[in-house]
């Protein structure tokens, strides 16, 4: 199965947005912006999006940049809720692919591919 995913943030003073390709066909804009604007106390809790039928698993970390200016970074997995359910242990399974922060930007943002 394909679990989608985006990262907005600062990197290496610019604020950057990377997503895969299933992002816009997956999310509506509404609950992008929503998603993009979570903040520490939504890190690492599963959220259901019932309009996409999808669950997002946000891991939102502190950085701070050369001048000490603190910005978050945001790497969000997101997964239908029929790929969900099929998971056994799916925060054990999932939590390792949380690639903040990041410190400089990816040379590939693919899909990732794991197996229930």
Not at 12 to 35: A, E, M, P, Y
Request: proline share 6%; net charge neutral; aromatic share 10%.
């Amino acid at each position: 199965m394909k679990i989608e995913h985006f990262f907005y943030g600062m990197i290496d003073g610019k604020i950057t947005l990377l997503k895969t390709t299933g992002v816009s066909r997956l999310l509506q804009d509404k609950t992008f912006q929503r998603l993009r604007e979570l903040r520490e106390a939504d890190s690492d809790i599963y959220l259901w999006l019932p309009t996409e039928q999808a669950i997002a698993l946000p891991h939102i970390t502190k950085v701070y940049d050369k001048a000490g200016r603190e910005f978050i970074q945001n790497h969000t997995l997101l997964i239908g809720i029929h790929d969900y359910l099929r998971l056994t242990n799916p925060k054990n399974l999932l939590l390792p692919f949380i690639l903040s922060p990041f410190q400089e930007v990816p040379e590939t943002f693919e899909p990732i591919k794991v197996t229930a």
